[in-house]
């Protein structure tokens, strides 16, 4: 654990260019996997934890669309 990188909400804000709010909104529905570490700390995410998440937001390209479409 003490290689792992973690990432603040802000530094989430920043890389995405997402509001705070959608951050949090991530966090509290469950699709965002976060640590509350208290309420001055707040919220830190694992990157791996990011990268989960973008992962499961990954849009197929139009043409793979196009072909599962025709099966």
């Known amino acids: 654990m003490a ?5 603040s909400v802000q530094d989430i804000v920043e890389k995405l260019d997402v509001h705070e709010q959608t951050v949090r909104r991530w ?3 469950g699709e965002l ?3 509350l570490l208290g309420d001055r700390a707040g919220y830190r995410i694992a990157a791996a934890d990011l990268q989960v998440f973008m ?3 990954r849009v197929a390209p139009a043409e793979s669309q196009a072909k599962k479409l025709a099966a």
């Open 55 to 57: 992962d499961r937001r």
């Open 33 to 35: 996997t976060a640590y």
């Open 3 to 7: 290689d792992q990188t973690w990432l």
């Open 27 to 29: 966090i509290k529905s």
